[in-house]
């Protein structure tokens, strides 16, 4: 599958913004998504993720109440809605697939085997 993430851009503190990531293919539904985010000079970090029916969902603490992830399965489109951005916020975000069948989605960078370019979010104090 091959993943496409849109949507970033510069936001001021306090603002919002929805990301959206394409999948290819025809078996999206079989994928558990997942958010990741990489700040400079940071490692990368777990953001979110969604099972594949959209019924599970597990969000960092740092973004739990903020960020909500969703996916239409039938637009193999995963969707990151970010409210009440901050600066720390900044960062790289890319969406990654798990292709393997896990009752609930994974959190582990490791454990996705598929992940789309990155989208810079800059958000200004």
């Known amino acids: 599958v091959q993943l496409q993430a849109f949507g970033g851009g510069l936001v001021q503190a306090g603002g919002s913004l929805r990301l959206s990531c394409a999948a290819s293919?025809?078996?999206?539904?079989?994928?558990?998504m997942g958010w990741f985010r990489q700040a400079p000079g940071k490692v990368r970090e777990f953001v979110a993720s969604i099972s594949r029916s959209g019924g599970i969902t597990y969000y960092a603490d740092s973004v739990k109440g903020r960020f909500t992830i969703s996916r239409d399965n039938a637009k193999n489109t995963v969707y990151l809605q970010m409210n009440s951005l901050k600066p720390e916020d900044t960062a790289v975000y890319y969406c990654?697939?798990?292709?393997?069948?896990?009752?609930?989605?994974?959190?582990?960078?490791?454990?996705?085997?598929?992940w789309g370019q990155g989208t810079q979010v800059t958000v200004s104090s």
């Open positions: 990654a697939a798990d292709r393997l069948l896990r009752h609930t989605p994974s959190k582990d960078e490791d454990e996705y085997d598929y």
């Open positions: 293919g025809r078996t999206f539904s079989s994928y558990s």
